[in-house]
């Protein structure tokens, strides 16, 4: 038997759940729209939305808090930073942002541009949005097996090295780079292998084209690396995220996923040309080099969580409990995305209620009911995000019908997630009786955010005399 995987810090600090009943909850989420996005943080138990800078921060961080020195130039804190940043990716430049899309824009408005191409595993969405608004093209290299939910290919996050290559063949003058997110965000959750790595690097470098990352998870796809790739089990997750920086010529990292932080990130290159480009540009919209976009605690915090998020003891918990979340949903009638990611959990809604078609968003119906039923708050990802009306009014619903439970770092203990699994129990036992959503305020972009909803209206049963 496996023993245990217990939480490995105690705690110091705690902030009560809210516990509200069902009827708080409904006028909540139908003032909302019936859509989580509007609900009051504080009407929600158990907050799974996203993983992004919900960390628990530890003792070290918030001591090195109170150490920050916030000089306006040259701070004590920055040089820590830049120490911490090098030791663990070995890149000559340090420029620090306020988050990940921050050191995005820099590098996408310096490189990017019309005719341009950005190739990548699966572009995350602001990475996206940064490449297209300059004119550039953001081309997704996914291998074929991420798109199949049960397939269990242990590093669906690889890129497609022959398209790669292709790619690179016909087109190497409008690529002024290469990207790879680590862990591929946008499928799941789902690492990259080092084999995979090598092979990018091995393409791009080879003829010239930078190959930069985007890291925010790089914590957690080394622990999977080590979990799931042969002749890897013995190396120290550091030992494997120094290779995996060595592949690159820098990266762009949110410090709110691994680094532990509430906010931060950075943008870290090899490139003196480039670097000194984006410093410019970096003054204009974030601030000095030596802070950037950040206060010199928040530089503090994030130097010691970058390290901290490396050790086995917390990958290895995170991995496990991400998998526990998982495999209990399983147990209790819920089909998710396989094999299990770092950051979340992706319920298959589609197997759930077959009987509620993709223009009645099943996703965001498990949602709402998630919520209703446990204040539980999750996201849909299906047809509320990518699903389109054609010009004829016909409904394209998207690809999968996801609903995504991500579990913020180190705040959630194993009875949350027991009782979570409990609720969910109940509410797949009542799922044939749930009913549709249709959408009664759909915006232009981004419609997940801000969109509305009711319930579909069912004609009412004609009852035989
Ligand atoms: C969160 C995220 C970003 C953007 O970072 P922000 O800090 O939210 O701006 C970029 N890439 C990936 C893979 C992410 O998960």
Not at 223 to 238: A, D, L, M
Request: aromatic share 8%; net charge neutral.
């Amino acid at each position: 038997m496996c023993p245990v995987i217990f939480e490995p810090f105690k705690i110091k600090a705690v902030e009560p759940l809210a516990q509200l009943t069902r009827a708080e909850r409904e006028a909540h989420l139908e003032r909302a729209g019936s859509n989580l996005f509007g609900v009051p943080a504080e009407a929600v138990t158990f907050d799974f939305l996203t993983d992004s800078g919900q960390a628990a921060m530890s003792t070290e961080q918030w001591s090195a808090v109170m150490k920050a020195d916030e000089s306006y130039a040259g701070s004590r804190s920055f040089a820590r930073f830049e120490r911490a940043v090098k030791d663990l990716c070995g890149y000559k430049h340090v420029i620090p942002t306020h988050q990940g899309r921050a050191a995005e824009r820099i590098l996408f408005a310096l490189v990017s541009g019309p005719g341009k191409v950005i190739p990548s595993n699966c572009h995350f969405d602001t990475t996206r949005a940064n490449i297209e608004y300059g004119g550039g093209e953001a081309l997704d290299l996914v291998i074929d097996e991420a798109s199949d939910p049960s397939n269990p290919h242990p590093f669906k996050g690889n890129v497609n090295l022959e398209r790669l290559e292709r790619l690179v063949r016909e087109r190497r003058a409008d690529i002024p780079l290469g990207m790879v997110t680590i862990t591929n965000n946008s499928a799941g959750g789902q690492p990259v292998s080092l084999e995979n790595l090598r092979g990018v690097s091995r393409i791009l470098r080879g003829v010239g084209i930078p190959f930069l990352l985007d890291a925010c998870r790089f914590a957690e796809n080394c622990w999977f690396i080590r979990e799931r790739e042969p002749g890897q089990s013995h190396r120290t997750p550091f030992d494997i995220a120094r290779e995996v920086f060595s592949l690159a010529d820098g990266c762009t990292v949110s410090g709110k996923k691994d680094a532990l932080v509430n906010m931060g990130g950075f943008l870290a290159l090899d490139d003196d040309a480039l670097a000194l480009r984006a410093r410019n540009l970096l003054i204009l919209t974030e601030g000095f080099p030596t802070y950037g976009g950040c206060s010199a605690r928040d530089l503090e915090a994030m130097a010691v969580g970058l390290h901290e998020s490396l050790e086995p003891s917390y990958l290895e918990y995170r991995a496990r409990s991400t998998a526990y979340l998982a495999d209990g949903l399983e147990s209790v009638g819920y089909r998710t995305v396989r094999p299990t990611g770092g950051h979340a959990v992706y319920i298959d809604a589609r197997a759930l209620l077959p009987h509620i078609p993709p223009e009645q968003y099943p996703g965001q119906v498990l949602a709402c009911e998630l919520y209703l039923h446990g204040g539980i708050r999750s996201c849909e990802i299906g047809s509320v995000m990518f699903g389109k009306r054609t010009s004829d009014g016909r409904f394209v619903g998207a690809r999968n019908e996801l609903v995504r439970l991500a579990i913020p770092r180190r705040v959630y203990t194993q009875s949350h997630i027991d009782r979570v699994v409990e609720l969910a129990a109940e509410v797949a036992q009542r799922a044939r009786g749930l009913r549709g959503l249709r959408m009664t305020y759909r915006p232009d972009y981004l419609p997940h955010f801000t969109g509305r909803f009711a319930p579909v209206e069912v004609p009412e049963p004609v009852l035989n005399a």
